[in-house]
Nanobody, 122 residues
Framework: QVQLVESGGGLVQPGGSLRLSCAAS????????MNWVRQGPGEEPVWVSN???????YYAESVRGRFTVSRDNAKNMVFLQMDSLTSGDTAVYYC????????????????RGQGTQVTVSS
């Protein structure tokens, strides 16, 4: 059974930073691409970042240059360092795997965690 547990969210002022963590179990982690997905209030989930099994990262245009994804295969963990945060980054952030896309948009993810709330406000 795949289990993904996010942590590290919180309240931060605009321009601030947060580091999210995701602990994964129940899957062949080192072989699995991992994703970060976020869902703002009243919005559909949006793909944020992906890190391939070999470590190659990908980012949504809205976060490129501000967010950095990384993984520790020895600890079955994936991280999202978020810098220069803005109010537009306010959302629940989910760690997810088995995500599919349609027309460049996130369609669904097979597994995701319970999420961690990130609020950017002064």
């Amino acid at each position: 059974q795949v289990q993904l547990v996010e942590s590290g969210g919180g309240l931060v002022q605009p321009g601030g930073s947060l580091r999210l963590s995701c602990a994964a179990s129940g899957l062949s982690f080192s072989d699995s691409p991992m994703n970060w997905v976020r869902q703002g209030p009243g919005e559909e989930p949006v793909w944020v970042s992906n890190i391939q099994a070999g470590g190659t990262p990908y980012y949504a245009e809205s976060v490129r240059g501000r967010f950095t994804v990384s993984r520790d295969n020895a600890k079955n963990m994936v991280f999202l360092q978020m810098d220069s945060l803005t109010s537009g980054d306010t959302a629940v952030y989910y760690c997810a795997t088995g995500c599919t896309f349609l027309g460049g948009s996130l369609q669904r993810c097979e597994h995701r965690g319970q999420g961690t709330q990130v609020t950017v406000s002064s």
